[in-house]
């Protein structure tokens, strides 16, 4: 399985701006897919972006279309999650995903090969 380590997070004031980044080790990324997802406080875990093998494929939540860029540089094992014009309700600790495809990328159920990283912590506040 792959290790995942997010970093990025912190504080921001509405309608600014962060970029989490997720390095992953232990194999390459490149023939899997990747997502991000999030945990707000009493919330159960929701997902946010995903991304393909290819980068082709992009998904991304309802919430965040618009505002959130997934992108994925697998000659330095990385995923990344630019987020724009943040909102308090973006408030969550926020996760990378990896996973053998790109159904289960998205899916913010565990299972089979899905590795998780640890999260990372985006406060938006005033």
């Known amino acids: 399985q792959v290790q995942l380590v997010e970093s990025g997070g912190g504080l921001v004031q509405p309608g600014g701006s962060l970029r989490l980044s997720c390095a992953a080790s232990?194999?390459?990324?490149?023939?899997?897919?990747l997502g991000w997802f999030r945990r707000a406080p009493g919330k159960e875990r929701e997902f946010v972006a995903g991304i393909s093998t290819s980068g082709q494929v992009k998904n991304y939540a309802d919430s965040v279309k618009g505002r959130f860029t997934i992108s994925r540089d697998d000659a330095n094992n990385t995923v990344v999650l630019q987020m724009n014009s943040l909102k308090f309700e973006d408030t969550a600790d926020y996760y990378c995903?990896?996973?053998?495809?790109?159904?289960?990328?998205?899916?913010?159920?565990?299972?089979?090969?899905?590795?998780w990283g640890k999260g990372v912590l985006v406060t938006v506040s005033a």
């Open positions: 995903k990896a996973a053998q495809t790109f159904a289960r990328a998205i899916s913010p159920a565990s299972g089979g090969t899905d590795s």
């Open positions: 232990g194999r390459s990324t490149r023939n899997l897919s």
